[in-house]
Nanobody, 122 residues
């Protein structure tokens, strides 16, 4: 059984930085495209970033482009989201997801982590 376990969420001040991690177990990590999504209360789940199986291809949502950076370490079966220049509107539950190809559509991902809370204070 494939599982995704996230860590790194917490409280940070606006303008600060935070790095999220997602560890994958149960299957060869390099076979998955990986993505991050986020969801604030009362709002739809929003695409944040995605990375191809090789790590060479990346994609970002417009709201985070230039501030957030996705990367992966296949030797450690881990994907990261480096978050910088954080804003209060970045406050949300962040989810790690795995799928067969890189896409911004949440329904295309079959495996999901439990979510980790990120809170940005003013």
């Amino acid at each position: 059984q494939v599982q995704l376990v996230e860590s790194g969420g917490g409280l940070v001040q606006a303008g600060g930085s935070l790095r999220l991690s997602c560890a994958v177990s149960g299957r060869t990590f390099s076979s998955y495209a990986m993505a991050w999504f986020r969801q604030a209360p009362g709002k739809e789940r929003e695409f944040v970033a995605a990375i191809s199986w090789s790590g060479a291809g990346t994609r970002y949502g417009d709201s985070v482009k230039g501030r957030f950076f996705i990367s992966r370490d296949n030797a450690k079966n881990t994907v990261y989201l480096q978050m910088g220049s954080l804003k209060t509107e970045d406050t949300a539950v962040y989810y790690c997801a795995a799928g067969g190809s890189i896409t911004s559509y949440s329904g295309s991902y079959s495996l999901w982590g439990q979510g980790t809370q990120v809170t940005v204070s003013s």
